[in-house]
């Protein structure tokens, strides 16, 4: 069994879930970024001591172009790499003679160096490497080969890094630029995920401390990832449920110049405390509640909060008055809307950080098809937990 699993691991690796696209593309970012380091080498080496210097960049080539998010491909590990470890190799090329102990001794220093340094990147042994074994016109260049070309060739390719991996769509470098690249609705599920299962960032990077060893993942790529699949993970167990599935359809709507009075009524007569107002379109323009009610008569006067509500309802007499008369009055211009093809996970945080209470529904058009309140919430989860798995 254990045998038979090993041989499928080692001849049949687990399918990427990267598309063809994507593939397609880092190779030409590499295309680029290769040709312009072998255009500007080629101006302090000859022809045949090109391979040896291009290689270690061609290596640098795949992290930036293929993995452009993970640790070992950020623009420290990348430049403090290459350079730490073209230091080491000058040195060790100068003091030690014997070629096959500089090389052993040139990428174990080169290592141990950027360990500490923290700028940990593979093809910086390479770089080392090349020093000691790239043949005397390398070796004679002595620290000079830091500027040129090691130095000269790390800013063509971290400079190409930064404008194509940001150019190209879906991408972004370096990685800390992910919270610039995400769409807040993402934000607020990754985060909603995040605080409901219990597990930050600090528990993470714990996590990464225990197993001691270098782990080519960033802690935000692991929180996102974990967020990701956690947000999928609720769909999954909760089904395809949208807000269009659950909200009340037959909604009572008014218009800018319905009286207030007349909304009270409506109040009373459906036993609901919210009313959105529309346009001639049923556009949401604003929605009425209890509480705007509450906040016309909230001012003391020496009279009983129900003497004042009735006053304030009554219509006014004459022909001009200084109160608020129609639902455009007393409205709440800022509503929050949802559209009813959305997911009803993203009523949660609606409902728990924005305080809404009473959410119009909307349609693509914008146009008012329901209403949602956290009791539509309940009823759906309470049926979809005694529903059959």
């Known amino acids: 069994m254990l045998q038979r699993d090993f041989l499928k691991a080692l001849f049949f690796p687990p399918k990427d879930s990267v598309s063809l696209g994507e593939k397609a593309l880092s190779g030409l970012a590499a295309l680029g970024g290769i040709g312009l ?7 302090f080496l000859e022809g045949k001591d090109l391979p040896w210097v291009v290689a270690s960049m061609g290596a640098s080539a795949v992290l930036l ?28 090329a100068g003091l030690v003679q014997d070629p096959v102990l500089a090389a052993a001794l040139a990428v174990s220093l080169a290592v141990f160096l950027m360990y500490l340094t923290g700028c940990l990147h593979p093809p910086g042994g390479a770089t080392a490497l090349t020093v000691v074994v790239g043949g005397d016109a390398i070796r004679s260049m002595g620290y000079e080969y830091l500027l040129t070309p090691v130095l000269l060739n790390v800013v063509i390719m971290l ?89 009340t359809r037959e909604v009572i709507s008014a218009e800018y110049g319905d009286k207030v009075e007349d909304l009270w009524k409506l109040m009373g007569q459906h036993k609901i405390h919210g009313i959105p107002v529309v346009d001639s379109r049923r556009h949401v323009i604003g929605i009425v509640t209890i509480a705007d009610f509450l906040n016309q008569v909230k001012a003391e006067d020496g009279r009983p909060l129900a003497a004042r509500l009735r006053a304030f309802l009554k219509p006014s007499s004459g022909s001009s008055t200084d109160k ?66």
Request: proline share 6%; charged share 20%; glycine share 8%.
């Open 324 to 389: 608020p008369e129609y639902a455009g009055h007393v409205m709440t211009a800022q509503v929050v809307t949802i559209r009813e093809d959305q997911h009803i996970l993203d009523l949660f945080p609606v409902f728990s950080e924005k305080g809404v209470r009473h959410l119009p529904v909307v349609d693509a058009s914008s146009c008012l098809v329901g209403m949602l309140t956290p009791a539509n919430l309940l009823v759906a989860l309470q049926a979809e937990m005694l529903s059959p798995t």
């Open 65 to 92: 172009f293929a993995v452009p998010l993970g640790p070992l491909s950020q623009p420290w590990p990348f430049a403090g790499g290459h350079l730490v470890s073209g230091l080491v190799g000058v040195t060790v």
């Open 159 to 247: 400079g190409w890094a930064l404008l194509i991996n940001n150019l190209l769509p879906n991408r972004y470098y370096p990685n800390t630029l992910q919270r610039l690249k995400e769409t807040a609705a993402n934000r607020v599920e990754a985060d909603e995920s995040g605080v409901r299962l219990g597990i930050v960032k600090e528990d993470l990077e714990f996590a990464l401390g225990e197993m001691n060893e270098y782990v080519d993942v960033s802690c935000e790529d692991l929180s996102r990832i974990y967020s990701l699949a956690a947000v999928h993970a609720k769909q999954r167990r909760m089904g395809e449920l949208l807000c269009g599935d659950i909200m």
């Open 37 to 43: 380091v072998m255009l500007a080498s080629s101006f």
